[in-house]
């Protein structure tokens, strides 16, 4: 045979052969994908996976925290998900005595020790994947009220149970977290979700889907108005907008401001039209607005342009995604103008900018140096290990409502009534929890504080002190 001849053949017999894998691998994944299908765990239950994105909502039984496992947290997850309870505690309580900082493995515990006995359930979306401190902290404030209510007997002598979500700070991840929640009738409320954006886009499903959402962290004033059945435990974007106009004006005797902020961002831009507002309001002005999410920013140059335009004060509101921008705006400032900012900017990236971020005012709904006698707060401490943020005390508060909510009625319909009677007062660890019949907001002071030098903060050398 020819040496063209067997080229030919060749070819030919691996285009067969390409032909036949080809459809052995379409048909391979038709089938795939009808037994994944078949397989899927229902909505309804604790474990149910967001196919799209592959993220778990758990009750004990998946690892969500990757960074603080241990050999007795994963053994404890394991029993959980092979229902061996009393391993379980076992397991889960050594856990944290390694760690008692894992608020994770806290609520894993408590879920364990109820087991398949009867409990309510709620649930707690977080941003996980992409914001893990965030998560932790939030997770801690739920993790405590838990803790408390079922060592004290329950909600009317049923424990309470928490199932635990990963949005990824993500609009479109967290309404199929929603929808997934919202499906699952064993869930009488949620806390959260952690950003405004994302708290408004789940809010729709909640909304139509008669489930109660409480965000500890969201105080864009569109949530205002986004239904009966979402509340949250952090004041409005009005409130932290006024307390930082009226110590800018009245302290600081400044009228002129220059606002950094994300002009793609629910929060970001609520807090800029409410500040404007408000410093309209003391006869000041906004001389300028830079976007800190724009493409080409340029911080030396915002900077000399908000000077040159007459500003006095820098005002920075950015959301999460643009803090990074804001601190080089702290850094390149120099301390040559006042700075303001808004919540988004209380954290320890703030005071790792070190000697420029001194002199810096934030507002946040609570800081543990202003409650040192507050029993939550030593409670906090003492299951902690260390000091609580903000984030923690509005998570607790979330969950204490719920818990409230559920106590005068175990079902949606009813968690939603109760909180929404004119006379509803829970106790908080940020104080009484009233929300406004109306609207779902929750009228709460807010406390400033200032960037100084001293090193109470994880070793840093510059902490947040309370302004009187």
Known sequence: ????????????????????????????????????????????????????????????????????????????????????????????????????????????????????????????????????????????GVAQAQNEINQAGGINGVNLRVVIADDANNPSVAQQVAQ????????????????????????????????????????????????????RTVPSDRFTANALTKYMVEYLGLK????????????????????????????????????????????????????????????LLADTETVPRALQVVRVNERKLPVLGGD?????????????????????PWHILSHTNSEFAGAATQLWGGDINWRTTMAYDATKALIAGISGDSSRRGVQRTLSEPGFSAKGGGGDIRFSSNSGDRNHNLQLVKVEAGRRSRGLDYYFNPLP
């Open 1 to 140: 045979m020819s040496q063209k001849n067997k080229a030919a053949i060749l070819i030919v017999t691996l285009l067969l052969t390409g032909g036949l894998l080809a459809v052995g691998y379409f048909a391979f994944t038709q089938w795939q994908s009808q037994t994944a299908a078949d397989i899927r765990p229902s909505p309804s239950s604790p474990t149910a996976r967001d196919d799209a994105r592959l993220r778990e909502i758990s009750g004990g039984q998946q690892l969500l925290f990757s960074s603080t496992t241990s050999p007795a947290k994963q053994e404890g997850i394991d029993a959980i998900a092979a229902e061996n309870y009393p391993r379980a505690v076992s397991k889960l309580e050594a856990s944290l005595q390694q760690n008692r900082n894992d608020p994770e493995a806290l609520i894993y515990l408590n879920n364990a020790r109820i087991g398949g006995g009867q409990s309510y359930t709620i649930a707690v979306s977080v941003p996980i994947s992409t914001a893990e401190n965030t998560a932790q902290e939030i997770l801690r």
């Open 256 to 315: 002129q401001a220059a606002i950094f902020y994300n002009k793609n961002s629910s929060y970001s831009r609520s807090l800029k039209d409410e500040f404007t507002t408000a410093l309209y309001g003391y006869g000041g002005a906004v001389v300028t607005e830079i976007n800190l999410a724009e493409e080409n920013f340029n911080s030396f140059d915002a900077v000399e342009s908000a000077i040159q335009r007459g500003a006095e004060a820098i005002v």
């Open 344 to 364: 988004s900017l209380y954290g320890p990236e703030v005071l790792e900018v070190g000697s420029d971020s001194e002199g810096m005012v934030v507002a946040i």
């Open 180 to 231: 997934s929640l919202v499906a699952d009738d064993q869930v009488l409320g949620v806390v959260g979700h952690y950003s405004s954006d994302v708290t408004l886009a789940a809010s729709q499903v909640y909304e139509q889907g008669q489930l109660v959402a409480i965000s500890p962290t969201s105080t864009s004033i569109e949530l205002s108005k986004a239904g009966d059945f979402i509340f």
